[in-house]
């Protein structure tokens, strides 16, 4: 079965840091791009994080870029989301997803979510 | 930036009846456009991609269809399960944005 599981979200204050990771099982990790999407409370989708199956190429919001940044270990079937610099305005669920077009993403498989709140 | 206005935010509609949604990019994005289905609590996913073309499982009783800037969503019949929220979402370039978002709600 294909299927994505987020981890490591959670309460962080604000300037703080964490690290999101998505493990990958039922298909070829490598073979596909990857991104992450978040959802704040009660409000809609918002595309994060991009990444292709090599990790040659990283794209990046720009609401986080310079603050987030988007890896993937394909060893290990796993990508991450090291983000840094918290504001309130992160808080949301993360989802991962994975991207079965080469050249247009859009994304068929999503993970459960994790959340992040970042307050004092 | 490419932005996404989707239309209505909200509709209220009736188990069997048609529903249709829109979606206009601000600048053309051919047929890069995907749709996706949201319920409360859960992850989206994916229904049409390439504006048209429909994800293995989804009912046919879903239809994408546009190109360039103008997109819609078609749901005909609607189901119980169908009342969901619904985004569209650009693949056309970086940054990918997203539809502010549709909720079909039971009239």
């Known amino acids: 079965e294909v299927q994505l599981l987020e981890s490591g979200g959670g309460l962080v204050q604000p300037g703080g840091s964490l690290r999101l990771s998505c493990a990958a099982s039922g298909f070829t990790f490598s073979n596909y791009a990857m991104t992450w999407v978040r959802q704040a409370p009660g409000k809609g989708l918002e595309w994060v994080s991009a990444?292709?199956?090599?990790?040659?190429?990283?794209y990046y919001a720009d609401s986080v870029k310079g603050r987030f940044t988007i890896s993937r270990d394909n060893s290990k079937n796993t990508l991450y989301l090291q983000m840094n610099s918290l504001r309130a305005e992160d808080t949301a669920v993360y989802y991962c997803?994975?991207?079965?077009?080469?050249?247009?993403?859009?994304?068929?498989?999503w993970g459960q979510g994790t959340m992040v709140t970042v307050s004092s | 930036d490419i932005q996404m206005t989707q239309s209505p935010s909200s509709v209220s509609a009736s188990l069997g009846d048609r529903v249709t949604i829109t979606c206009r990019a601000s600048q053309g994005i051919s047929s890069w456009l995907a749709w996706y289905q949201q319920k409360p609590g859960k992850a989206p996913n994916l229904l049409i991609y390439a504006a048209s073309s429909l994800q293995s499982g989804v009912p046919s009783r879903f239809r994408g269809g546009g190109s360039g800037t103008d997109f819609t969503l078609t749901i005909s019949g609607l189901q119980p399960e169908d009342f969901a929220t619904y985004y569209c979402q650009q693949s056309n370039s970086f940054p990918l944005t997203f539809g502010g978002g549709t909720k079909v709600e039971i009239k």
């Open positions: 997803a994975k991207d079965p077009s080469s050249s247009w993403p859009h994304f068929d498989i």
């Open positions: 990444i292709s199956g090599s990790a040659i190429s990283t």
